[in-house]
């Protein structure tokens, strides 16, 4: 079977697969089956601290398997994940559930926010399970994303951008060391996209890593990388910047 | 924030966790009346059962002895044996004394009517008003025992000395209906059914004897014999009781009894006219005392074989609870020289009755908490299915199983004891209607059925929400997230 590295799928790639100290993640022949099908096969990369690295691909491809993989929600059927040096892919599953705690902020497509609470009590929702409820530092995500004055609006009361930027809120709150994105922009108008793809590029700005799931190339441009996968093998590792 | 999620599931899902109060409310009136009504109904019943009769008769020690020993009736032997009337009221100073709902002292005896036919009569006190050693003040008598005597006429009244009640065979085969009169002549010595009887064994010479004042006295309207040589008995209590001769009466008949049994062939006076006509001047053969008891166990019957074999724990045990053969040892402290027996029939039955009735209650509170786990089981269910994107999302927050679980589980504890609680008070008055509708008198609220309540709703609400809450810990954010 060969190696979907990106040295061999393109020469644009960087060499990202190879296993460096000071990589944030680190996957490394990563497969994953469902009985005869295989949602991924082979796939290995890298992606830095602090990198904006997006993952393209058709429907079917395999990106939210990946995400899922990527996000201690699932776990390879063969390779290894290493998450800070950290190989998630032998973890049980409570250990998961720690480390997709303390380490990565989700960001869903379809936002998740629980109804009955409001865009603060949503916030704050991920700051119980985490640690200390603040309400203070919950306001203040809130403001980063624009979204101080509705705070205790419920999430029915909110557009979808706002919607999603509460998503973001939430997802910051913890300060992970890695922002896991699938499609946050994906049920957005235009103008709201291009709010939620100014903070995306605000959090990096400042240092955070995000990892965007999407199907939509300009959003994918955004990031410094792009790895484009194909019915679940990695096509391609494309650099969007010089 | 966890209890303002909690609050806030529970507004949202208002329906489903109203249903699912309403179920547990439901299941918990049921058990908390069937509760209630199970812990109180012992003296219901046995109430209710006191009116099919005595469950202890008191003997004096020799007339059993020949009983037991040789199957001799104690007259047949020509051995009288007798008990003081007056001792009757001590069984109301006995531990168990607020459990003797009734009780009278009987005296039988031999007379022949003018034709020469042999009737058996049967002193006892009716409606009898009397001052207990404690203070008290009782009225008792065979009336309260016999209550389901089929009475044409009128029952005789304490201190209506010549009235006479006889049974119905009598009454036909002597022509006699109410109003009518009869007079009875006492036979010699006898005071038993057997006419056999001849009383030798009084010792003392006659006419020595002294009247006990608190038995009633012989009624100065006696005619016949009265004041011919008589004897002194000796009582239990080794008191003398004046002993005469029998004497005759001359009684109207107030009421034709229909009793099914040998009462039937039988006459009925009152005590100190039976006194009378026998000469045993404030004595009787027998108390007869109905009590209400708990069924026999293994410790009662071990006692009742012999209380002394006991070690003194069980024995405190036995004593302390009102099993019928600790309160016949109470009775025979109380009164020397008798022996109190239980009647086995009528306490077995007593026991087999009760022990049914609370078999069937407990039943049907297992029924209504088994049928209101059933349909928890499903309200959770079905709350936890459309609550799982939800616990979906704050697994992949971080949350672990057993967070996810116990805020799906404290919502639905917290709307089941408030199920609980609406459900016993609802039970409570159930246990009145039943209580009222049944018995004729209320149910006491017992404060063990709350906690035993209470631990039966919790664990019906955790085996109800267990299907549930292992759908809920297979959940995988994956999959209701991103719908793999």
């Given amino acids: ?242 | 924030m966890f209890i303002r999620m909690i609050i806030k599931v529970i507004a949202r899902q208002r329906t489903k966790m109203l249903m699912i109060a309403l179920t547990v409310a439901l299941g918990s009136s049921l058990a908390s009346a069937m509760l209630n009504v199970m812990l109180d109904v012992g003296d219901k019943v046995n109430r209710e059962l006191k009116a099919y009769g005595a469950n202890i008769t008191v003997q004096p020690k020799g007339a059993l002895l020949l009983s037991d020993l040789y199957g001799l009736d104690a007259a047949a032997a020509g051995v009288d044996a007798y008990l003081p009337a007056s001792e009757a009221a001590k069984v109301k100073t006995i531990f168990w004394a607020y459990n003797v709902v009734d009780f009278t002292p009987l005296l039988s005896l031999q007379a022949e009517t003018p034709s020469g036919r042999e009737v058996a009569v049967t002193g006892a006190w009716f409606s009898h008003q009397q001052s207990l050693p404690t203070g008290e003040e009782l009225q008792s008598g065979i009336d309260n025992l016999r209550s389901w005597w089929e009475i044409e006429g009128s029952w005789l009244v304490d201190g209506e000395d010549d009235g006479v009640m006889v049974g119905v065979t009598l009454a036909e085969e002597l022509g006699l209906e109410v109003g009518d009169q009869i007079t009875l002549s006492g036979l010699t010595g006898a005071t038993t059914d057997d006419p056999a009887d001849s009383g030798t064994a009084d010792p003392a010479p006659a006419g020595t004897g002294t009247t006990d004042p608190a038995s009633g006295t012989t009624d100065p309207a006696v005619s016949g014999d009265a004041g011919t040589a008589g004897t002194a008995a000796t009582t239990t209590s080794g008191e003398a009781t004046a002993v005469s001769a029998p004497t005759s009466r001359t009684l109207t008949v107030r009421a034709i009894i229909t009793a099914g049994g040998d009462e039937d062939n039988q006459a009925f006076v009152t005590l100190a006219c039976a006194q009378a006509i026998s000469g045993k001047t404030g004595l009787a053969t027998s108390i007869e005392v109905s009590a209400l008891t708990t069924p026999d166990n293994d410790l009662a019957r071990r006692a009742a074989q012999n209380p002394k074999s006991l070690s003194a724990k069980d024995y405190e045990t036995w004593y302390c609870t009102a099993y019928a053969s600790a309160i016949c040892y109470q009775i025979e402290e109380a009164i020397p020289g008798v022996v109190a027996k239980p009647v086995r029939q009528v306490a077995a039955s007593e026991g087999a009755i009760l022990e049914k009735t609370q078999l069937l209650m407990l039943f049907i509170t297992i029924l209504s908490m088994v049928g209101a786990g059933l349909g928890i089981s499903n309200l959770v269910s079905a709350s936890v299915m459309e609550r799982s994107a939800e616990i979906g999302l704050i697994k992949a927050l971080g949350a672990s199983d057993a967070a996810a679980a116990w805020l799906v589980l404290l919502s639905i504890l917290l709307t089941g004891l408030a199920g609980g609680v609406l459900g016993y008070l609802a039970g409570l008055g159930f246990a009145q209607i039943i209580g009222l509708g049944v018995f004729g008198s209320q149910i006491a609220a017992a404060p063990l059925v709350i906690p035993l309540l209470a631990v039966l709703l919790v664990l019906v609400l955790l085996l109800g929400s267990l299907p549930a809450l292992r759908s809920l810990l297979r959940l995988r954010p994956a999959e209701v997230l991103h719908g793999r």
């Fill in chain 1, 1 to 242: 079977m060969p190696s979907a590295t990106p040295t061999t799928a393109t020469p644009a790639a960087t060499p990202a697969s190879k296993p460096t100290s000071q990589a944030l993640l680190q996957l490394d022949a990563v497969t994953k089956s469902y009985g005869d099908l295989d949602a991924l096969r082979d796939i290995s990369f890298a992606v830095q601290p602090g990198e904006w690295v997006s993952i393209m691909g058709p429907s079917g491809s395999g990106k939210t398997t990946l995400m899922n993989i990527i996000g201690c929600m699932d776990k390879p059927t063969s390779g290894s994940v290493l998450l800070s040096g950290q190989d998630i892919s032998r973890e049980s599953p409570r250990a998961l559930t720690a480390i997709r705690r303390d380490h990565i902020g989700l960001v869903f497509q379809q936002f998740h926010l629980i109804a009955y609470l409001s865009a603060l009590e949503n916030v704050m929702v991920a700051q119980y399970y985490h640690s200390l409820v603040d309400e203070a530092e919950a306001l203040q995500a809130l403001e980063r994303v624009g979204l101080a004055k509705r705070a205790n609006h419920l999430p029915a009361q909110l557009s979808g951008g706002e919607q999603q930027r509460v998503c973001i809120a939430r997802a910051l709150i913890n300060r992970p060391q890695l922002i896991l994105a699938d499609e946050p922009t994906g049920n957005l108008d235009e103008d709201n996209e291009l709010k939620v793809m100014a903070i995306l590029r605000e959090l990096h700005d400042e240092g955070h890593t995000l990892i965007v799931v999407t199907h939509d190339p300009e959003v994918a441009s955004a990031a410094q990388r792009t790895i484009i996968l194909e019915h679940g093998h990695l096509k391609e590792i494309r650099n969007n910047q010089p």
